[in-house]
């Protein structure tokens, strides 16, 4: 009979998602075999059932060091060795335990909601910045569009006047037409003087 490690009182199963998960009556904490609390996640964990621990969220936000007093002394209930303590996406301050025989991992129902919001703010900060980009985006794109018409124009330009004027200095001394049509357009200086 598997026990939870923190009440030492049964756990009973519960269906989740045609997931068989392992739940402490008492405490409303899970124990997760291995791959299911990546599962779980994706389903989310607000779902799950159970009961928010009786003490308030202030007391619990002021007193961050009774937290970090509370003995990790917790086994896993299938190995019955000592679950290792690890903070949940590194910087997250959710503290769970993870056993490093059979990757089973115990969270408190607490520590599971407060994963959903943290994942709940990721997505929102995530959509909130691609809204943001989406328009800069946008304006880059039309702005390398708009160099690129630029550019093309330029070299159409610079075709022009190579055709133009690439035999004036030539020993062909033949005239293109295109520098008469510019000449007609344009008069020389010497021509306005006589
Ligand atoms: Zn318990
Ligand atoms: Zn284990």
């Not at 899970?30 to 159970?50: A, I, T």
């Not at 910045?129 to 794109?141: E, G, R, T």
């Not at 708009?146 to 001394?173: C, I, M, T, W």
Request: aromatic share 8%; with cysteine.
């Amino acid at each position: 009979m598997n026990t939870c490690p923190k009440c030492q009182t049964a756990l009973h199963q519960v269906d989740y998602q045609q997931l068989t998960l392992l739940q402490c009556e008492t405490c409303s904490g899970f124990w997760f075999q291995e791959g299911q609390f990546r599962q779980v996640k994706s389903f989310g964990f607000s779902g799950l059932p159970g009961t928010p621990s009786s003490k308030n969220s202030e007391a619990e936000e002021q007193d961050e060091t009774t937290q970090s007093r509370e003995p990790d002394s917790l086994s896993c209930p299938e190995c019955e060795i000592p679950l290792a303590p690890y903070i949940y996406a590194y910087s997250s301050g959710i503290q769970l335990h993870r056993c490093s025989k059979c990757a089973g991992i115990w969270a408190a129902y607490d520590d599971l909601i407060r994963i959903e919001h943290l994942l709940a703010d990721y997505q929102e900060s995530l959509e909130d910045a691609k809204s943001k980009i989406m328009p800069l985006m946008m304006k880059v794109k039309q702005q390398i569009q708009e160099e690129e018409q630029a550019r093309e124009a330029e070299k159409r330009n610079n075709s022009f006047f190579h055709r133009v004027f690439r035999h004036k200095s030539g020993k062909n001394q033949s005239r293109p037409p295109l520098l008469e049509e510019v000449e007609a357009n344009f008069p020389s200086d010497e021509k306005d003087a006589s």
